[in-house]
């Protein structure tokens, strides 16, 4: 402190001037210090402690983040792996953004740390399972954004540490069952999303653990009925959606939600609903039935605070038999909104101009009565549960998992529905392993050392969709496998010993849309192997050791949306085979060993096609006219490590969201000129840097000066850009840039 003192009564007596100038140079050493501190490929905007790190092909989180940032976006980076405490220099984090980061698997404790953050944003990545601690130490988050990956299953406690959290988002994802108490730890949660998964089955105490929630969102599942008993839990819900589910039937009390005021049940299957469906859900305003197949409705008893039905486009039969629906609809003043398709006088006439003596029955045929519900089975079915398994009636769920069983046992309750056997060391499924189990709709066979799938071993599964059967020793198929399960939609073969795609193995799956043959040793795409699946959606044929694709391979699988091809043994496009795939939206190349690239070669599917990956190729040469065709409608393309110097012209990519330029040699003279007015132009991190000549190398193509000295320079730049202008030149221009400066406080770093 003495030592202290002497500098202080120097600075007193300095000059007021002075005085005044000390808290800027202050601020200025502590921008400058921030800045040089900024990694690589990023922003550091210091006055509002933002850090960007947009598309910049990193393969870790930096760990030179200034420690005060409170916002940082990684978006379109290539992490693989979130590890432990990747974000323990950032401690001051409240928004984190790591969309488009190709993230596979979060570590335990991957978060660790970050007890300030309120908003995590991990969509469009490829998790496929989240662990118990992989989001640990968020005690204050309040969003959490999960969309678009692969998550499949959530262990019990994965949400267990996030007891602020307000918004839950789990659409598109491959879950498929909710077990009890899955949800456990979320007591403030308000709205969970779960739309667009593959959900079917519901544990009766999936929700229990949500006292706060206010909104749900099922809709596009596989739910064939409604989950009464596990929405029972919801009382304070007040929104439910549950539209473009198979649900055919709401039976008598269905519903007993205290606090639901709009349900929305529209674009389902529904061909009759019981009188007291809702009855115990007493607050219910709206009630959404459009796009269904009932033919009418009886009077809803019990509610009686109805304000809204929306019944349009359903077949109603306006006869007699509607009658006391629509005096129903009169009595208790509900708004209905619907037309008559039959009887062909009153066809298109809407529900509330009718009057009951245009209702009549006289010279019709009696309809047909609606769908009656099916016939539940009796607890369990009419079998036990096998001796070592696990089997719940009320979800209709049986689990066999890692019992070290040698045979795939029976006797599993007739209503089954999911059942899980993995780990367990089966080797072979035998003829008629599953007898008696109609409604199974999901099998887990992962990790059973099965060598042999037996003609017949999937008899009698009428009902199954997804069949699993990852990390085993299979190297061939026979299509007599799969006879008897033609609803078979997702088949996943990831990690098994195919050496080639077993031809015709697919012609008695008709219904099949996504097959994973991922890492395997498949050598060749042959014509033939793909019969039989004309549905397919999504094929997934990473990391395995493919060189040739017939020009007719994929011609069957004419709805192909997704193909990836990444880390095979491709030295080419295969642009015959991409011929005939009028619906390809996503094509994958990555890390295949492609040089050179000819002209037109996306050209068959160029009208559909919007990600393109061609990343870490070592490509060497695309042709001018590589891109022929393709346009606005790419949202996305990689680039990034590769070994050209230049690319076609892509001034025509005006739908661009994701470019990718990290870590490719461009050669920095007046051929690269077109690209580089053309980067000025977009708002967009693409990472391109020179890597030649000399006097360039490592400068950001965007802001090297070796333009300047080609001969048509000037004629479109940017004003701020050409440091040689003349001042008259450097007036401001009326017409409005490309581009906005920095923001004050940003400090860029160098590349």
């Known amino acids: 402190m003495s030592g202290l003192l002497p500098s202080l009564q120097g600075w007193l007596t300095l000059p007021p001037p002075v005085l005044f100038l000390l808290p800027r140079l202050w601020l200025s050493a502590l921008g400058t210090t921030a800045a040089a501190r900024c990694p690589t490929p990023c922003v550091c905007d210091n006055l509002r402690a933002h850090v960007l790190c947009l598309n910049g092909s990193l393969t870790a989180v930096p760990n030179t983040i200034p420690e005060l940032t409170k916002k940082l976006d990684l978006r379109g980076n290539s992490f693989t792996v979130i590890p432990a405490r990747a974000f323990l220099a950032t401690p001051y984090l409240t928004h984190l953004d790591l969309q488009h980061c190709k993230v596979e698997r979060l570590e335990e404790g991957a978060f660790r740390g970050l007890g300030r953050l309120v908003y995590l944003n991990l969509a469009s990545n490829g998790i496929a399972l989240l662990y118990q601690e992989s989001l640990d130490g968020l005690s204050s988050l309040q969003q959490l954004i999960l969309e678009g990956n692969r998550i499949e299953e959530i262990q019990p406690g994965a949400f267990g540490h996030l007891g602020s959290l307000t918004v839950l988002d789990l659409r598109a994802n491959a879950l498929v069952y909710l077990p009890d108490m899955v949800f456990q730890g979320l007591q403030v949660l308000r709205w969970l999303r779960l739309s667009h998964n593959a959900l079917h089955v519901l544990g009766s105490e999936a929700f229990a653990a949500l006292p706060a929630l206010r909104r749900l969102s099922l809709d596009h599942n596989e739910l064939q009925a409604l989950p009464g008993e596990a929405l029972a839990r919801l009382d304070g819900a007040t929104w439910l959606d549950l539209g473009h589910n198979p649900i055919t039937y709401v039976a008598e009390e269905a519903l007993a939600m205290a606090s639901l005021r709009h349900l929305f049940l529209d674009h389902a299957s529904l061909q009759d609903v019981a009188q007291d469906a809702f009855a115990r859900s007493p607050q219910l305003r709206m009630l959404d039935l459009r796009e269904n197949q009932l033919q009418g409705l009886p009077p809803l008893a019990g509610a009686g605070g109805l304000v809204r039905v929306s019944l349009d486009g359903n077949p109603l039969l306006c006869s007699c038999l509607l009658r006391p629906f629509h005096r129903w609809l009169a009595r208790a003043r509900v708004q209905a909104e619907g037309a008559c398709a039959a009887p062909p006088a009153l066809r298109g006439r809407s529900l509330n101009s009718l009057k009951s003596p245009e209702m009549r029955c006289s010279r019709l045929r009696p309809p047909p009565s609606p769908s009656a519900p099916p016939e539940q089975p009796r607890a369990g079915g009419s079998r036990q549960c096998p001796r070592g398994c696990v089997c719940s009636p009320d979800f209709h769920h049986g689990s066999c998992e890692n019992r070290d069983l040698r045979e795939i046992p029976r006797d599993f309750p007739e209503d089954t529905r999911l059942l899980d056997l993995r780990r367990n060391p089966f080797r072979t499924v035998p003829p008629d392993a599953f007898l008696g189990l109609k409604g199974l709709v999901s099998l887990h066979l992962q990790r059973c050392s099965i060598r042999t799938l037996h ?46 795609v077993p031809a015709g193995t697919f012609r008695l799956l008709p219904n099949l849309i996504s097959l994973h043959l991922q890492h395997n040793t498949i050598g060749e795409l042959a014509e033939g192997d793909l019969a039989g699946a004309r549905g397919l959606r999504w094929l997934y044929l990473a990391g395995n050791a493919i060189r040739h694709i017939a020009p007719a391979a994929l011609a069957p699988t004419k709805m192909l949306e997704k193909l990836q091809l990444e880390g095979n043994h ?25 040089k050179h690239m000819g002209d037109g070669v996306f050209l068959p599917v160029a009208s559909s096609l919007q990600h393109l990956y061609l990343d870490n190729m070592g490509l060497e040469w695309i042709s001018p006219h590589a891109f022929t065709g393709l346009g606005p409608k790419i949202r996305s393309l990689y680039l990034e490590s590769n070994k050209m110097s230049n690319i076609p012209d892509m001034s ?37 840097t020179c890597g030649s000549p000399a006097e360039a190398q490592g400068l950001k193509v965007k ?26 030149a450097s007036k401001p221009s009326k017409k409005k840039r490309s581009g906005k400066p920095p923001a004050r406080g940003f400090s860029k770093s160098r590349a």
């Open 455 to 500: 003609p017949g071993a999937l008899r009698g599964l009428e009902s199954l969709v997804y069949l699993y059967l990852t990390n085993n020793h299979l190297s061939t198929l026979a299509a007599a496998a799969f006879e008897g399960a033609p609803q078979l939609a997702y088949l996943d073969l990831d990690h098994n010993s195919f050496t080639h």
């Open 570 to 594: 491709l030295s080419e496009v295969p642009t015959a085979a991409l011929r005939g795939l009028p619906a390809l939206s996503e094509l994958k190349l990555s890390r295949n060993p492609i």
């Open 652 to 688: 025509n990519f005006t739908g661009l969201e994701i470019l990718n330029l990290q870590d490719v040699p461009f050669h920095c003279d007046c051929q690269l000129l077109p690209l580089h007015r053309w980067i000025n132009k977009l708002n967009l991190r693409i990472g391109a």
């Open 703 to 728: 802001l090297s000066t070796t333009f300047q000295t080609c001969p048509d320079w000037g004629q479109g730049e940017a004003g701020e850009n050409n440091p040689n202008k003349t001042k008259a």
